[in-house]
């Protein structure tokens, strides 16, 4: 069965500093999707990132960058040089294989910017 | 641009009333999908719709029920509330040939 599993419920890092948040992941099938989502305290879903299982290289998108290690089956999210705006709850997921699209998510990682 | 759109954003029912969860979409996307968070989880799926008369179970598809007769809208129908299932609700969809599920703003509903 496909699982994302997140092991730090919550993390603190000093404003500026950049921080990793894990994620590993099991699955069979060869042709998957791993995505990045921040849940603010307003609780909207907001989409970061984006990791194909055939992307040749790592991810990037701004701030955001996607450490994909397929051997080890892990897809860390790193925040560099951290705002406060950062705080909010940071969910990895996966797409199930299969042609739907269905999501499965892990249980997430609460992140807390200090000034 | 909307995007995806739930109504309510807030609802309080009590046990063994029924309601509606509606969301609409803008975006021509062909796949729907309802979950649910609850306090402390990550999202867990409820149904899904990969096109208007095609619906199917997720995860979690006891005590709801959904319709989709159109491709914008994706209703989410909770018969007989009971108290677990006070939660978040999120509708999001995607286009087939890209995964990226754009998510609605969320209901948070409490049954008591």
């Known amino acids: 069965a496909q699982k994302i599993t997140q092991t730090q419920p919550g993390m603190f890092v000093q404003e500026k500093e950049a921080v990793t948040l894990d994620c590993t992941y099991d699955?069979?099938?060869?042709?998957?999707?791993l995505f990045w989502y921040k849940q603010p305290s307003s609780g909207e879903m907001i989409f970061l990132i984006y990791?194909?299982?055939?992307?040749?290289q790592n991810a990037t998108e701004g701030r955001y960058s996607l450490n994909f290690q397929k051997a080890r089956k892990s897809a860390n999210l790193v925040i560099s040089a951290s705002q406060l705006g950062d705080s909010a709850m940071y969910f990895c997921?996966?797409?199930?294989?299969?042609?739907?699209?269905?999501?499965?998510f892990g249980t997430g990682t609460l992140l807390a910017v200090q000034p | 641009n909307a995007g995806v759109t739930q109504t309510p954003k807030f609802r309080i029912l009590k046990i063994g009333q029924s309601m509606t969860l509606q969301c609409t979409q803008d975006?021509?996307?062909?796949?729907m999908y309802w979950y649910r968070q609850d306090p402390g989880m990550g999202l867990k799926l409820i149904y899904y719709s990969v096109g208007a008369g095609i619906t199917d179970k997720g995860e979690v598809p006891n005590g709801y029920n959904v319709s989709r007769s159109t491709t914008e809208d994706f209703p989410l129908r909770l018969e007989l509330a009971a108290p677990s299932q006070t939660s978040v609700y999120f509708c999001?969809?995607?286009?087939?040939?890209?995964?990226?599920?754009?998510f609605g703003q969320g209901t948070r509903l409490t049954v008591v």
């Open positions: 990791q194909g299982s055939y992307d040749q």
């Open positions: 699955t069979s099938d060869p042709s998957y999707g």
């Open positions: 975006m021509n996307h062909n796949y």
């Open positions: 999001a969809s995607s286009l087939g040939d890209f995964p990226l599920a754009f």
């Open positions: 997921a996966m797409r199930e294989a299969g042609a739907t699209n269905k999501l499965i």
